[in-house]
């Protein structure tokens, strides 16, 4: 199985409700727009003013949150473990965001823009993942962090869970 191109979308908003547990106003990842199985993952948010943090972040300059970039990175990258491992909602298992190094913010993310999220493995070893991961806005570096997640029993299958 090659590499499919960036650009075309893979997987969109219903794909990624299907795989991860986040919802409205935590699912920071809109589409899926390329994948390099068992390397890396290519996604994207479209950051609008409407988000829910403008108001208060700054309402003067509205600009979004280091924290909330790396969330959406964080989903990039469990979406990258769940392509990989095949890991379903419906089984209970959830990936956990365990850690975060050399995390750099390199320009603010403003209204309007689009990040672009490329998610890398670096390391997988038995439930733990090391992931790579960057954030651009047009070609330009905005964040860049090496990222640890944790497949464990989330206790809540998908059926029994609230969406």
């Given at each position: 199985?090659?590499?499919?191109?960036?650009?075309?979308?893979?997987?969109?908003?219903?794909?990624?409700?299907?795989?991860?547990?986040?919802?409205?106003?935590?699912?920071?990842?809109?589409?899926?727009?390329?994948?390099?199985?068992?390397?890396?993952?290519?996604?994207?948010?479209?950051?609008?003013?409407?988000?829910?943090?403008?108001?208060?972040?700054?309402?003067?300059?509205?600009?979004?949150?280091?924290?909330?970039?790396?969330?959406?990175?964080?989903?990039?990258?469990?979406?990258?473990?769940?392509?990989?491992?095949?890991?379903?909602?419906?089984?209970?298992?959830?990936?956990?965001?365990?850690?975060?190094?050399?995390?750099?913010?390199?320009?603010?993310?403003?209204?309007?823009?689009?990040?672009?999220?490329?998610?890398?493995?670096?390391?997988?070893?038995?439930?733990?993942?090391?992931?790579s991961c960057?954030?651009?806005?047009?070609?330009?570096?905005?964040?860049?962090?090496?990222?640890?997640?944790?497949?464990r029993n989330?206790?809540?299958?998908?059926?029994?869970?609230?969406?």
């Amino acid at each position: 199985m090659g590499t499919i191109p960036v650009n075309q979308t893979l997987l969109d908003c219903r794909d990624i409700l299907a795989l991860l547990p986040h919802r409205y106003p935590f699912m920071l990842v809109d589409r899926v727009i390329g994948y390099d199985p068992e390397k890396t993952l290519t996604a994207i948010k479209n950051v609008t003013y409407n988000e829910p943090f403008f108001p208060g972040h700054f309402p003067e300059v509205p600009i979004m949150p280091g924290v909330m970039i790396l969330e959406a990175m964080a989903q990039t990258c469990g979406l990258l473990a769940i392509k990989i491992s095949g890991v379903r909602r419906e089984s209970g298992m959830l990936l956990y965001f365990a850690g975060i190094d050399n995390a750099r913010f390199k320009r603010p993310v403003v209204p309007g823009d689009r990040l672009e999220f490329v998610a890398t493995v670096v390391r997988h070893k038995r439930d733990i993942w090391k992931f790579s991961c960057r954030a651009t806005v047009d070609g330009e570096l905005a964040c860049e962090a090496d990222m640890l997640c944790a497949l464990r029993n989330g206790g809540v299958k998908a059926d029994d869970a609230q969406a």
